[in-house]
C-alpha cells in the first residue's frame, strides 16, 4: 500500500477471501455528493496516519503489492511481516517463485494460516512467468485470469500496485461503507450486488485519487473503524457517519460468523503440515500418527489435504510436502 507517491500500495489489517466471483457487471454508477465530502477528509485523515509498511513502499512493486495481498487475507498485518520480509528475499520475482516445487511454498508460508494460499501465489507465479514475461500484469481482465485471483485481488493489485481505477471492497471497507453510508453496524456476511453499486457511486472519477481513495477508506476500516471498539473519536467523517448519527443501533441481521480453531479439522491440518515442513525427507505416517490423537479426525485431515494438493502421499506410508 504506496500511496504517497504512484504506484500506491495498499493492504488492510485482515484481508477478505483472494478467491470469488467476477465482478458484477452493470453500467457505471454515477459519483455521489456525499462521496466528494468523504474523499477529501479520509485522504487527509490517511496522509497524516498512513501506517509505514514494506508493501506500501515504491520499492515493494507490483509482485510485492501481490503478495501481501495473498498473505494478508483473513491475516493480521503483525504475523504477515516477518513472513512477508523473508518470502520477498528469497522470491523477489514471480520466476523466482515459479522455479520452485510449489511444496517450497508451502514450506515458507509457515504458521500464516489457510495455507492453500500459498498454493495459489505459487499457481499466479507460474501464470504471470508463462503467459506475462514475469511480469505482473497491469490489465484488471488479466489479472483476474491468473490463478487464485478473484474479484478483490485483482482490483486491489490494479489500484495499489498500478494507481487504477476500481472499487476494492475488502472487510475494513465494506464496514466502514456500511456504518458511513448504510447507517448499520456490520455489512452483510457476504458481499452483495447493493455493496458493489454503492462501492462504485463513492469512487472517485480522477485515477489517482481512486487509487488513495480505495488505500484510506482501507486503512480507516483497519485502524479506527474497527469491528470492535471502534474509535469513533478519531474518525475523519465521525460528523457524517449515519450510523452514528442514529446512535450506533445494535445489529439486527444474520449472525456474524465466528471464528473456531480449537478442537477443529484445522488445527489437526496445522499441525500434520507443521511436522512436513519441518521434514526434509518423507514422513511416515507413523510420525504424523502422534499429532493428533482422535485417529478419525486426523485421517480425516489428513485426507483433506491431499486433496487440496497441500501433501503428496507416496509408497509405504509416506508423505511429503507436493513437489509438483
Not at 513472513?83 to 508451502?106: H, I, M, S
Not at 514475461?133 to 490463478?147: C, I, K, N, S, W
Request: glycine share 8%; aromatic share 6%.
Amino acid at each position: 500500500m504506496t500511496v504517497p507517491t504512484l504506484p500506491p500500495h495498499s493492504s488492510p489489517t485482515v484481508r477478505a477471501s483472494a478467491t470469488g466471483s467476477r465482478p458484477e457487471a452493470g453500467p457505471e454508477v454515477s459519483a455521489s455528493p456525499l462521496g466528494e465530502t468523504l474523499h477529501a477528509q479520509v485522504i487527509t485523515w490517511f496522509d497524516d496516519n498512513a501506517r509505514d509498511l514494506p508493501w506500501r513502499r515504491p520499492d515493494a512493486g507490483p509482485w510485492g503489492v501481490m503478495v501481501s495481498e495473498f498473505m494478508l487475507q483473513q491475516t493480521p498485518v503483525s504475523r504477515v511481516l516477518p513472513v512477508y520480509e523473508q518470502w520477498l528475499a528469497r522470491w523477489p520475482r514471480p520466476a523466482d517463485l515459479a522455479k520452485e516445487a510449489p511444496g517450497e511454498a508451502v514450506r515458507a508460508w509457515g504458521r500464516l494460516g489457510y495455507p492453500r494460499r500459498a498454493l495459489r501465489l505459487h499457481g499466479a507465479a507460474l501464470a504471470i512467468t508463462e503467459r506475462h514475461g514475469g511480469d505482473v500484469p497491469t490489465d484488471h481482465g488479466q489479472l483476474l485470469a491468473l490463478p487464485g485471483i478473484g474479484e478483490y485481488t485483482a482490483a486491489a493489485v490494479a489500484s495499489f500496485a498500478y494507481g487504477q481505477r476500481h472499487a476494492v471492497l475488502d472487510t475494513n471497507v465494506r464496514r466502514v461503507f456500511a456504518r458511513a453510508v448504510t447507517g448499520v453496524q456490520y455489512p452483510p456476511n457476504a458481499t452483495t450486488a447493493a455493496e458493489r453499486r454503492l462501492a462504485r457511486t463513492l469512487l472517485p472519477e480522477d485515477e489517482r485519487t481512486a487509487a488513495r481513495w480505495a488505500a484510506a477508506s482501507m486503512e480507516l476500516g483497519a485502524l479506527v473503524c474497527t469491528a470492535k471498539n471502534e474509535s469513533c473519536q478519531h474518525c475523519p467523517i465521525a460528523g457524517h457517519c449515519a450510523w452514528r448519527l442514529a446512535g450506533k443501533p445494535e445489529h439486527d441481521g444474520p449472525p456474524r460468523r465466528g471464528q473456531t480453531y480449537a478442537g477443529t479439522d484445522r488445527q489437526v491440518r496445522g499441525k500434520l503440515l507443521a511436522v512436513l515442513r519441518e521434514a526434509h525427507a518423507p514422513v511416515p505416517q507413523a510420525v504424523l500418527d502422534r499429532v493428533w490423537h482422535e485417529p478419525v479426525q486426523r485421517a480425516r485431515a489428513l485426507d483433506g489435504l491431499v486433496a487440496d494438493g497441500l501433501v503428496e502421499p507416496l509408497p509405504g506410508g509416506l508423505y511429503r510436502l507436493p513437489l509438483s
